[in-house]
C-alpha cells in the first residue's frame, strides 16, 4: 500500500457525525443582550406611559383653560350686548376711570343708592381676580396697544398677540407663575359692534384682533389625578422588567447549561470518537464497518495490509467478492439471519481472497447496529487473521498424525507419508526423499509421494544410489547447505536433462537435513501451481526435520529389534544358566538350562527370590554380596554356593553377579 492509503481518511460513517464547536456560539452570545433589550423596551414603555400620563395633565389643563375662556367670553359677550352692568361704587368697585366719555358712567338710584357701569373689560377683571382666590385659576385681558396699563402683555402674552397678527388662533404652554406650573391659553379678541363704543377711538373696526384673552390654570389639581396612575404604571413596569428579566435570565442559564451540556457532550463524543478511531486503527486485528448491502463504509489500514488492497479499492469491492466460494454460503446464511431479526450477530472462520490471489484464513465476528425500527443500520466487523495459527495447527496435527502412523508401518511407509502430507500443505503433486551417505557424494532414494508415482514418474524407485554431483540442479543444496528454489525450472541454464520415466518438472523447492554439520538427507517437492515461498520453505524444513528424526527412530527401533532377536537366541540356547532378578531378588528372566538345572518350570521358578531356594547354610553370604553389589561397594562378585532343587537335592554351583544400573546409578 502508498503511505497515503495508510492515512485514516476523514470518518464519514456515522461514528464521526459530531456538532463541532469552533469558539463562542453566536447566538448564545447574542442572547446576553435580551436583558439589555428588555431593559429598553420597558423603559422606552414607561416613558412612553409617563409622557402619555403627562399629556393627559396637559390636556385636561387645557380643557379647563378652554371652557374658562370659553366662560369669560359669554360673560362678555353677555355683558356687551346689555351695555354693561350697573352695580354699586364699593372700595372693591370704583367707577372705571376710563369710561369717563361713556355717558351715565355714574347714576343713583331713587333710593339715592351710588352705581357705576361696568363694561365687559371690568367685570371679566374682577371675575379673574376672584377666581385667583378660589382656585389659583387666572387671566388677563392683554392687548399691544392696551387702554389701561395694567393690561399690557407679558413677555409671553406678547409672542402670542405677535403671533394672532400673523394668523394663529390659539397659543398654549405650561409655564411657571408664581413658583407654581401652569397651563397657559390665550386666544385673540375680534372687535364686533358692541366693542366699538369703548374702543372706537383707539381706531378698531369690526373685526379687527384688539388684543387677547390669557387664561392661565394650575397645573398642580390635574397632576394630583394623573400621578396615581404614573405610580401605578412605575411599579406595573417595574414588576414586568423584573418579571421578565427573571425569564430571561433564567433562559439564558438554562441556555448557556443545554450549551455546556451540548459542547461537553460534544467533547465527549468526539473523545470518544478519538478513542473508536485509535482502537479502530490497531494493527492488531484486520477492522471494518460494512451496509447493509455488502460494501465497505470504512476499513482500517491492517484490513488493507491484510489482503493486500488500497483503502480506496478496498471500498469499491463487496465483500462477498472476497469471500472464498466454498465459505460464502454459510457466510451468507448468517448475514441473511440478521437482516431478519434473528439474529443481531454471528462469528465464524471464512477464507478471504487476497488481491494476489491468496487465500487469508480469518477468524470472523460480526455484529450490527441496528434503527429505532430495528432495521439494520450497518455492521461492525472485526476480521483476525488466522493463516498462521491455523497452519501450524496444521502443522501439528500432521506431525501427531506422522508419529502415530510411524508407530505401525515402515520407514519407506513413513516417508512416504511425509511426502503426501507436505505435498497437501504446499500444493505440491511431486515428492521425493534421499538419504545422503556418511561419504557425502552418494544419494540413495528412499521414497516418491504417492501422487508422484501415480501420475507423474515411472523410473526405479526406493534403494536407487546415484553420485551426487551427477544429480540435477536440485542437488545444489547439499553443497550450499541452503534451500533451493527454482520457480521456473525450464528457464535454469545449467539444467540437466531428467531421465525416462521422470516427472516432469515446472518448479521445485528443495531443502537439506543436516546433522552435526553433515548433509544426511534431501527431501524436495515440485509442480506447485503458483510460486513456492518462504513460508513453503518452512513447512517443507520443518516436516524435513521429523521425517529425519522418525527415520531415525525407525532405523535405531530396528537396529535394537535386530540386537533383541541376536540377544535372544544367545540368551536361550546358552549351555549355562543364565538370569535376570530385580532389586529384591526376585527372578525376571531364566533361560531354559537354569530351569532344568533347578528342576522349576519357568512359572514356578518365576515368582521366587534367589534367597528362596538357596541353601540356608550359605543365605547369610549370599544377602551380604547381593547388598555391596546392590548399595554399588562393588561393580561384580563371584561365590560357589548351594541350591535347594525342587526336588529337594542340593546342588553346587559356581555363581557369577553383575549389576545393571539405570541413569540414577
Keep these: 500500500m502508498k503511505p497515503s492509503d495508510r492515512q485514516p481518511p476523514a470518518f464519514n460513517t456515522k461514528w464521526s457525525m459530531v456538532s463541532k464547536v469552533v469558539g463562542p456560539n453566536p447566538l448564545t452570545r447574542g442572547l446576553w443582550v435580551l436583558p439589555i433589550a428588555w431593559t429598553l423596551l420597558l423603559a422606552f414603555s414607561l416613558w412612553s406611559t409617563i409622557t402619555q400620563l403627562n399629556a393627559t395633565i396637559h390636556d385636561l389643563a387645557l380643557v379647563a383653560a378652554r371652557t374658562s375662556f370659553q366662560r369669560d367670553i359669554l360673560i362678555r359677550q353677555w355683558a356687551a350686548n346689555h351695555g354693561g352692568v350697573y352695580v354699586p361704587v364699593t372700595a372693591q368697585t370704583p367707577p372705571n376711570p376710563y369710561l369717563t366719555n361713556v355717558p351715565e358712567r355714574d347714576i343713583t338710584t331713587p333710593a339715592g ?24 385659576s387666572s387671566g388677563h385681558i392683554t392687548s399691544l396697544n392696551p387702554i389701561r396699563p395694567e393690561n399690557a402683555p407679558d413677555d409671553w402674552e406678547r409672542q402670542a398677540l405677535q403671533s394672532f397678527e400673523r394668523g394663529v ?3 398654549s404652554a405650561i409655564e411657571d407663575l408664581n413658583g407654581a406650573a401652569h397651563l397657559r391659553l390665550m386666544r385673540p379678541l375680534i372687535t364686533n359692534e358692541s366693542c366699538l363704543p369703548c ?7 369690526v373685526g379687527d384682533i384688539r388684543g387677547g384673552i390669557s387664561v392661565a ?3 398642580e389639581d390635574y397632576a394630583a389625578i394623573v400621578n396615581p396612575n404614573q405610580r401605578n404604571a412605575i411599579l406595573i413596569h417595574g414588576s414586568i422588567w423584573a418579571i421578565g428579566l427573571g425569564l430571561i435570565v433564567a433562559g439564558l442559564w438554562q441556555t448557556q447549561r443545554r450549551r455546556r451540556e451540548r459542547e461537553q457532550a460534544t467533547a465527549a463524543l468526539r473523545e470518544s470518537e478519538a478513542r473508536f478511531r485509535s482502537y479502530f486503527e490497531l494493527p492488531l486485528a484486520g477492522r471494518a464497518i460494512t451496509s447493509p448491502g455488502k460494501g465497505w463504509l470504512e476499513v482500517n489500514a491492517t484490513l488493507c495490509d491484510m489482503l493486500g488492497y488500497s483503502r480506496s479499492e478496498l471500498m469499491q469491492m463487496p465483500w462477498a467478492e472476497l469471500t472464498h466460494p466454498d465459505d ?7 448475514f441473511d439471519r440478521v437482516m431478519a431479526g434473528e439474529i443481531d450477530g454471528y462469528t465464524l472462520e471464512k477464507r478471504f481472497i487476497c488481491k494476489d490471489g491468496r487465500f487469508v484464513q480469518a477468524d470472523l465476528a460480526v455484529q450490527c447496529v441496528r434503527r429505532p425500527d430495528r432495521s439494520v443500520d450497518y455492521f461492525v466487523a472485526l476480521i483476525q487473521d488466522i493463516t498462521a495459527r491455523k497452519q501450524a495447527e496444521n502443522l501439528m496435527r500432521s506431525h501427531l498424525e506422522l508419529v502415530e502412523f510411524s508407530a505401525s508401518h515402515s520407514l519407506g511407509e513413513v516417508l512416504q507419508k511425509t511426502l503426501d502430507v507436505i505435498g497437501e500443505l504446499t500444493g505440491s503433486p511431486i515428492g521425493f526423499y534421499h538419504f545422503v551417505e556418511s561419504d557425502q557424494t552418494t544419494l540413495s532414494l528412499q521414497a516418491w509421494s504417492t501422487r508422484t508415482l501415480q501420475e507423474y514418474c515411472h523410473t526405479r524407485g526406493a534403494g536407487l544410489h546415484s553420485p ?3 544429480a540435477g540442479v536440485w542437488a545444489q543444496c547439499a553443497r550450499t547447505r541452503r534451500p533451493v528454489v527454482h520457480n521456473d525450472y525450464a528457464l535454469l541454464p545449467d539444467r540437466k536433462s531428467l531421465p525416462d520415466g521422470h516427472a516432469a518438472l515446472v518448479r521445485e523447492l528443495v531443502v537439506p537435513i543436516l546433522r552435526q ?10 509442480n506447485k501451481s503458483g510460486e513456492y515461498t518462504d513460508a513453503d520453505i518452512r513447512v517443507v524444513e520443518y516436516f524435513a526435520d521429523i521425517a529425519w528424526e522418525i527415520a531415525e527412530r525407525k ?7 535386530a540386537s533383541e532377536e541376536k540377544l535372544n537366541a544367545i540368551f536361550a540356547g546358552a549351555n549355562i544358566g543364565i538370569a535376570i532378578t530385580d532389586r529384591n531378588g526376585r527372578y525376571v528372566m531364566h533361560n531354559r538350562w537354569w530351569n532344568d538345572y533347578l528342576g522349576y518350570d519357568p512359572v514356578e521358578l518365576a515368582g521366587k527370590t534367589n534367597l528362596d531356594i538357596t541353601h540356608p547354610d550359605d543365605v547369610e553370604s549370599s544377602r551380604r554380596w547381593f547388598m555391596k553389589a546392590l548399595n554399588g561397594e562393588i561393580d561384580r562378585y563371584r561365590l560357589e554356593k548351594r541350591f535347594v532343587r525342587k526336588d529337594g537335592a542340593i546342588v553346587w554351583a559356581d555363581l557369577a553377579v553383575s549389576p545393571v544400573k539405570n541413569d540414577r546409578g
Aim: net charge negative; hydrophobic share 40%.
Design 517 to 526: 554439520s553433515k548433509v544426511v538427507a534431501i527431501l524436495g517437492i515440485g
Design 113 to 136: 343708592r351710588q352705581l357705576t357701569l361696568m363694561n365687559p373689560a371690568y367685570i371679566t377683571r374682577q371675575l379673574y381676580e376672584l377666581g385667583q382666590e378660589i382656585d389659583h
Design 468 to 470: 551426487i554431483d551427477q
Design 328 to 334: 460464502l454460503p454459510a457466510d451468507q446464511t448468517q
Design 217 to 219: 390654570v394650575p397645573v
Design 555 to 561: 532405523r535405531a527401533e530396528e537396529a535394537l529389534r
Design 199 to 205: 374702543h372706537a377711538a383707539q381706531g378698531y373696526q
Design 169 to 171: 388662533t390659539e397659543v
